[in-house]
């Protein structure tokens, strides 16, 4: 009953008690009762169980070109008609990857999973590998891990959360870094980007959490890993002094690069 989402655990056990759940038609007001319900018909207050919905998670590589939602009143083409998956569960992106920008997408049907890996107070750090055009100074990192101005529809907008930059390379043409955000406002990294003058050529997600894109063909998907949900489960689920502890960790990490900047 708890696992169909009638009733927590405690409850569906005072409903037992009260006479109000049947199986096969028959009364069952004492526990343990054991039942099958895969075969077995269970009634609950009158009404038929619904069996518990199975959690799939997915790993799809998008790509450019596909929007994250489940329908589009423009009829983009989309990134969850990439996924034919055998259970035919209806899947979820989890956040938002613009049409634009290819990498690492989580699709489920979890919400409550869902949330906590893309609401910024549970600390779930996203990684982008970035493409800009231009040669981008250690001025400019120290701008962007600091904290952008950007203004927002209808409100008069906000500083961007602390994040995290590493240049991989650069030439005066053109830098390739990847970028650490603690939150995904729309379009975020570009906007910032742009604002400092350094378009963005192209913007891949690398990783959500602990878990990083490896062995995905554009447009190839798999299930998540035993391992890999796990890891995920962790993170997510963290408790209030584990999400402390992780907000410390990346402000000192801050710190310490901006004292050796200077």
Request: hydrophobic content about 35%.
């Amino acid at each position: 009953m708890a696992d169909a989402g009638v009733a927590s655990r405690r409850n569906a056990e005072v409903m037992i008690a009260e006479g109000l759940v049947k199986v096969n038609g028959e009364v069952i007001d004492a526990l343990p009762a054991w039942v099958d319900p895969a075969k077995d018909k269970i009634n609950v207050d009158g009404r038929p169980l619904r069996a518990a919905e199975r959690h799939i998670y997915v790993m799809l590589h998008k790509p450019a070109g596909f929007v994250c939602t489940n329908s589009d009143p423009e009829g983009r083409r989309l990134a969850t008609e990439l996924v034919e998956h055998p259970s035919q569960a209806r899947l979820y992106p989890v956040g938002r990857l613009d049409m634009d920008s290819s990498g690492l997408l989580l699709l489920t049907n979890d919400g409550e999973l869902a949330n906590r890996l893309t609401h910024p107070r549970y600390e779930v750090h996203k990684e982008y590998e970035v493409l800009v055009k231009g040669r981008l100074e250690p001025s400019d990192v120290a701008r962007l891990e600091e904290g952008i101005f950007l203004p927002s529809d209808g409100d008069p907008g906000s500083r961007t959360r602390e994040s995290h930059l590493k240049i991989l390379r650069r030439d005066p043409t053109r830098t390739l870094l990847t970028m650490e955000l603690r939150e995904g406002r729309n379009r975020q990294i570009r906007r910032m980007l742009a604002d400092l003058g350094h378009p963005v050529k192209s913007l891949r997600r690398i990783r959500m959490g602990p878990v990083r894109l490896r062995g995905l063909a554009i447009g190839a998907w798999r299930d998540l890993t035993h391992s890999e949900l796990l890891q995920l489960r962790k993170e997510a689920f963290a408790d209030a002094a584990t999400i402390h502890r992780r907000r410390e960790r990346t402000t000192k990490k801050t710190v310490s690069r901006k004292t050796a900047r200077t």
